[in-house]
């Protein structure tokens, strides 16, 4: 996939390319709204995240732009600001999503995914990892073509544990996508065990692999390798 | 005491000495003066005899005058007693009683005999005029003083207008919703100057309030590209191969750290924004309908805990306030109720005309009620909450007015939240 980042802080930029890349993306990064609005105009991407304040401009403005062009290009808005104003006009002028500083790349990963998902294949293509098969548009699961029932955090996680493949994911980044700002860290942690372990049961029951390993008191790796 | 009141207590208090004085010195004024004349009298009344009796001197059988007045006695040549004046008292006829009568004595030699010659003036009746033109002037007095309360009592309302209207102003000043000039030019020199006054004041603070403010917003808002960034480090961090198991637990401990210094940043930063009125849209939230998505939220989790929900929730229940501020408001409480519950604990949540209970068990507060709503108390079993969850909550409520209450149920171990509007 073709992703833009727009970003005017080096660090953040550099950690989200590097990770997005390990993915298998191409990834391109720009500073400033007027690069921004340059690379918009020179090349096509899948998927764009753009940071509101920027230096030289506002980022809703090039969402203006990209959606001028008719572009199918997933948008998802960062911002520094918790502001409901900014998610509102953002949303409205058609971006897809809206992360508020500081987020998880995981987290950056898994909302990417599901808008890429949503905007190529309307939700209708399969998620398949190994074994495991997931329909977006109507969130079943089936493992070996026979259909796992899961609650709905427990369909999420397994989704999220699917967009982050191989990569370690701390209790904390499990609790914040599951629950956002409505559930504390501190209360979340046993919470976030009992759904694992619950998931687990319900996907080795049906005959599929172990892939949730413990990485010690860190977090999950979700995992075709042993 | 209004000082409108204490102006006329003063005022009376000061008068009264002044006047039972004064009445009291005009009193004794009278009466030496009608003394000082009737001595006076008297004396020339004796001068009087004395030349009549030098001419005419009467027969020693003939001394008895009509009024006995003079009261002549013919007494020993020997005998020479100088004019002296002195007090003594008579029954009065007309009265019946004794009053009070000047009387002077003094013997006249005559070439025939020595007279003892006795003069007497009643003056009681003077006395009695002295006592009404004293009482009559205190009277008077009193009269005045009486003019003068009534008069104030009405100058007070029209002098004091201004000052009552820069204290209404006051009353409704908001640090937050200031217009340019709030406080006017008044026409009273002293009032104009208080006013002035308090206009350059509330400038001032206006300007450094603002200045805060800004502060505030700035670095909560900067402090969050750097935690972003750090957040992300440890992220990559922590994805790299072959890092020992130590080091996994030493990023993991930081990420909790830093997450933790982003919630407070963001409640800080809410709470500020409560304060300074940034939530301006109000409209009518359907308590009822939020109130059961947010315990369908916290179902599963109170679940876990082994925590009962109980609700009694009436439909239709309209709050005007901004939503996401309302969410914040319930979810913070529903938040407390599961996590100070005992185990197998239980919640009830009652939504009822316009009042929203939350009840849950659990043991008494480690701290003062008082300090249940304030900034950063915690309980001490809690060391990694923010201590702000009720605190914000606090501040939602005072915003939109509501009233929020707390009470611990002793018998039944029950803590009960309530908020009324």
Redesign the interface.
């Known amino acids: 996939m073709k992703i833009l980042l727009i970003e005017d802080e080096p660090s953040l930029l550099a950690s989200m390319q590097s990770f997005l890349e390990q993915d298998g993306n191409i990834v391109s990064s720009v500073a400033t709204f007027h690069k921004a609005i340059e690379k918009v105009n020179d090349y096509d991407y899948d998927c764009l995240v753009i940071d509101i304040t920027l230096p030289d401009g506002n980022g809703l403005e090039i969402i203006r732009e990209l959606k001028k062009r008719n572009t199918s290009a997933g948008i998802i808005i960062v911002s520094a600001k918790n502001s409901l104003e900014d998610r509102l006009t953002g949303l409205d002028l058609g971006a897809d999503d809206y992360l508020t500083k500081p987020f998880h790349l995981s987290e950056l990963n898994a909302r990417i995914k599901s808008v890429l998902r949503r905007r190529l294949f309307d939700g209708k293509t399969k998620v398949v990892f190994d074994v495991i098969s997931i329909s977006p548009d109507n969130q079943q699961v089936s493992v070996k073509d026979e259909i796992v029932e899961l609650t709905g955090k427990e369909y999420e996680l397994l989704l999220f544990f699917i967009s982050n493949k191989n990569r370690i994911l701390s209790k904390s980044v499990i609790a914040e996508h599951l629950w956002g700002d409505s559930m504390d860290l501190a209360d979340s942690h046993d919470f976030i065990y009992t759904h694992i372990k619950n998931l687990r049961k319900k996907l080795i029951e049906k005959g599929c692999p172990d892939y949730v390993k413990t990485r010690y008191g860190a977090g999950y790796i979700f995992s075709e390798k042993l | 005491m209004k000082l409108l009141l204490k102006t006329a207590l003063y005022l009376s208090l000061a008068s009264l000495p002044i006047a039972i004085f004064g009445v009291l010195m005009l009193n004794w004024f009278i009466h030496k003066s009608t003394l000082h004349e009737i001595d006076e009298l008297l004396i020339s009344h004796f001068k009087v005899v004395q030349k009549r009796l030098n001419e005419f001197p009467p027969s020693q059988f003939n001394l008895l005058t009509i009024d006995d007045n003079p009261h002549l006695a013919i007494i020993p040549a020997s005998i020479n007693i100088q004019p002296y004046l002195m007090d003594s008292t008579e029954i009065d006829l007309r009265e019946n009683h004794k009053t009070a009568i000047r009387v002077l004595k003094g013997s006249v030699v005559t070439p025939k005999h020595n007279f003892l010659v006795t003069l007497k003036q009643p003056y009681e009746e003077f006395e009695e005029i002295a006592a009404k033109l004293s009482v009559g002037v205190g009277l008077c007095f009193l009269g005045l003083l009486l003019l003068m309360l009534l008069l104030n009592f009405m100058v007070y309302r029209q002098l004091w207008k201004p000052f009552n209207g820069i204290i209404d102003k006051l009353r409704v000043y908001q640090i937050n919703k200031q217009s340019e000039t709030f406080f006017q030019p008044e026409a009273t020199e002293e009032f104009n100057l208080l006013s002035q006054t308090l206009q350059l004041m509330i400038e001032r603070i206006g300007k450094q309030f603002r200045l805060q403010k800004q502060f505030t917003e700035n670095a909560s808002?900067e402090i969050?590209?750097p935690?972003?960034?750090?957040?992300?480090?440890l992220?990559?961090l922590?994805?790299s191969d072959n890092l020992p198991?130590k080091e996994?637990?030493h990023?993991?401990k930081s990420?909790?750290a830093?997450?933790?210094i982003?919630?407070l940043n963001?409640s800080l930063?809410l709470l500020t924004k409560i304060e300074n009125n940034q939530f301006s849209e109000a409209v009518a939230v359907d308590m009822s309908v939020l109130v059961k998505g947010?315990l369908n939220?916290?179902q599963?989790?109170a679940e876990?805990r082994g925590i009962v929900i109980k609700k009694e929730i009436q439909d239709n229940q309209y709050l005007l306030i901004n939503p996401?501020l309302a969410e914040i408001l319930v979810?913070n409480l529903l938040?407390n109720a599961?996590?100070y519950n005992q185990k197998q604990g239980e919640i009830n949540c009652i939504l009822h005309q316009n009042q929203l209970i939350i009840k849950n068990k659990g043991e008494a507060l480690p701290f003062p009620v008082e300090q249940l709503f304030l900034r950063f108390v915690k309980h001490p079993n809690?060391p990694?909450?923010?201590g702000l969850g009720l605190a914000i909550v606090h501040q939602i409520a005072e915003y939109y007015g509501l009233k929020l209450s707390y009470q611990f149920n002793e018998p039944e171990n029950e803590h009960i939240f309530e908020v009324k509007w």
């Open positions: 808002h969050q590209t935690i972003a960034v750090i957040s992300l480090e992220e990559t922590l994805q198991e996994i637990l990023i993991q990420t909790e830093l997450q933790k982003s919630q963001k930063l947010l939220t916290y599963a989790f876990h996401y979810g938040k599961i996590r809690h990694e909450a923010t």
